[in-house]
């Protein structure tokens, strides 16, 4: 893979993408920066999970579904990246991803996630190298 720019990140929390993207990319100068032509989202996804451990999505946020977030985000040229967190939450008190990484993964590939960031935060004692993060 070789050495790659770092990433922009243009964390959208608490916005209402479903008609804002566009409007709030262009107004925040993000689609004009000629240097960074792609840029990187992420939203914190869900403060809960479902009877199967899936993060159930906000549909007050989201009406659409992530799939319609994702490909509004692609069809201006930019990168879509989801925030995680190998604890129980994220930082913000989002529901994180502690033994659900696998049900997570597949999540956020089934809503086409060009990248992950991952955190950290409440790791209730369960800290360690990425190597292990990963392999949990």
């Known amino acids: 893979m070789g050495l790659q720019e770092p990433l ?10 479903e008609y804002g993207i566009s409007h709030r990319a262009r107004t ?12 990187f989202f992420s939203i914190p996804q869900s403060t809960c999970r479902d009877q199967r451990d899936n993060l159930v999505i906000d549909t007050k946020k989201f009406p659409s579904g992530m799939n319609a977030v994702t490909d509004e985000i692609h069809r201006q040229g ?4 989801m925030y995680s967190s190998a604890g129980e939450m994220l ?5 994180g991803s502690l033994d659900h990484e696998t049900n997570d993964a597949n999540s956020f590939a089934a809503w086409g996630a ?5 955190d950290n935060c409440y790791h209730m004692g369960r800290f360690g190298t990425p190597k292990i ?3 949990r």
Do not use: E, I, Q
């Open 78 to 81: 930019m990168s879509f990246g």
């Open 28 to 39: 925040t100068g993000m689609l004009s920066v000629a240097m960074f032509p792609d840029r």
């Open 91 to 95: 930082c913000a008190r989002y529901a």
């Open 8 to 17: 922009n990140v243009m964390g959208m929390y608490n916005a209402s993408l």
């Open 114 to 118: 060009d990248y992950l960031k991952s």
């Open 133 to 135: 993060s990963f392999d």
